[in-house]
């Protein structure tokens, strides 16, 4: 029998989360300077791709109330079922590119054979592209990134050296570095954020037994309080045009790339860091899209759900998911660039200095002990915080060769889950920065014009920058947006454990929701489903 292992929680929640209108899967490529060869790159993948035994590996459910999921290796593995090579259409230009990478992205892997695939695309702008994609419970970005650099040379002979051994799961605690002086109340907080889930139906039909708990650890772990009633307390994200039904057509677009020594001098002259600068950049395309279409955007606020690496700076590059998510407070609202600058630094300082995303990373690891549709329900919930992900991966400082040939552009698409409709990734290389934007076709469908929104909000920064008087412009404006803001107090007559009760509570109507048990998706006829409440653990032709 295939040597089998268990699959960790959080990584089988991104697997419970994908669906036909949300593929969790990380998609990207590269631009060659000079067309790559087929078996080249092969060779490549084969030696080095497949040191890590995941990719060798399938994934196994075993059925019945105490089912579990496994990672197996595949016994009829065939790593050139894994590399395509295919053509692009005329013209060969980005436009091609866009239509192509829209078709694949959406495209299901296949769970008979281990998770990813890669495509080398000729006839692009005379060269060639390296598309890849990878299954979420796999690896986080983080850990991919770091995974797909191992492939790489600093030259275009470069040698290979043996990279790293063979390489497995391990169970390694990644809070822990990151909570050294408070290890009590790590502990305390992960039983506490592992009990919000993996009690299953029955710890929300009681939510009295789930206060208890939180009564205990409150005494270790206050602070654990705070943010749960923060995810309580939390409403359903601002209505925009970016909510709303989802399709499975995807649209995806990408910058062309920035000097990071520009965005360096923004941030230097406004007193930012280089994250505040350029998601100020994406705050203001997005207020001006909303504009565009005839939205009203004065005062308003949306979330965008940001992962945070949790695994540690030195860490060695480990495969599965390490990672929690923040919501992010995008203030599309205000009108001023500066303003809008300072009130996104404020929000992203706020993140740094709170315990959240300790939270939500037992969440997740909940998600993936859960029954499949208590799954959805729950990421369903906390997706509806949000309109889209947001994500920032910093990559190598040099120019990079693979099979020989130099990558000259590097992009790649953050996926969402549940009803979110938008992906912003931010990928910093050899000194420039790149914008991928994904959307959801029936939201968004045109994000070319959200990119160059970003271009033209980057551009409006890096003038005012350069002004004589920056940096007293900056001074004045920070001063201003941090005088305006009031904290908002949680209202006196609602207890946090009133905030909690009322969190289960509303996962527990949301369970009763028909709609958990409607399909919206295509089936594999082409026709749409009725969208009628199906009995329960009854599924369309796609679902079943």
Known sequence: MPSREPMSSVDRSWLIMDSPTNRTIINGFWVFDQPAEYERVLAVLAERLLIYDRFRQRIVETTGPLGRTFWETDPHFDIRSHLHHIGLPSPGNKAALQALMAELIVQPLDRSRPLWEFYLIDNYLGGNVLCGRIHHCVGDGAALVQVLLSLTDTEPNGTFDGGPKRRRSRSWNPLRPLFKGAERAVNAAVQLGGDLVTGGLEMLGNPEQWLAALGEGGRIAGQVTGVLTKLALMPTDTKTLFQGELGVAKRVAWSEPISLEDVKLVKNVMGATVNDVLVAALT?????????????????????MVPVNIRGMDASPELGNKFALVYLTLPVGVADTLDRLFAVKREM???????????????????????????TLISRYFASKASAVLTNVPGPQQKLYFAGKRFETMVFWVPQSGSI????????????????????????????????????????????????EAGESAKRSQEKTQSGVQEIPIQAEQSPEDAIAELLGQLRAAQDDPELHRCTALTKAGTRCKNRALPESTFCQVHR
């Not at 995303?357 to 998600?367: E, H, K, N, P, R």
């Open 284 to 304: 203001g395309s997005l207020r001006a899209y909303l504009l565009a279409r005839g939205e009203q955007a004065d005062g308003k606020e949306i979330r965008a």
């Open 349 to 375: 300082d706020a993140i740094k200095a709170s315990p959240e995303a300790l939270i939500t990373y037992q969440i997740l690891s909940g998600v993936g002990r859960t029954p499949g549709e208590l799954a």
């Open 421 to 468: 409709g938008m992906g912003l990734s931010i990928y910093s290389y050899a000194g420039e920065v790149t914008i991928g934007v994904i959307t959801d076709e029936k939201r968004v469908p045109d994000p070319d014009r959200i990119v160059q929104g970003f271009v033209d909000e980057f551009n409006r920064l890096l003038a005012l920058a350069r002004l004589p």
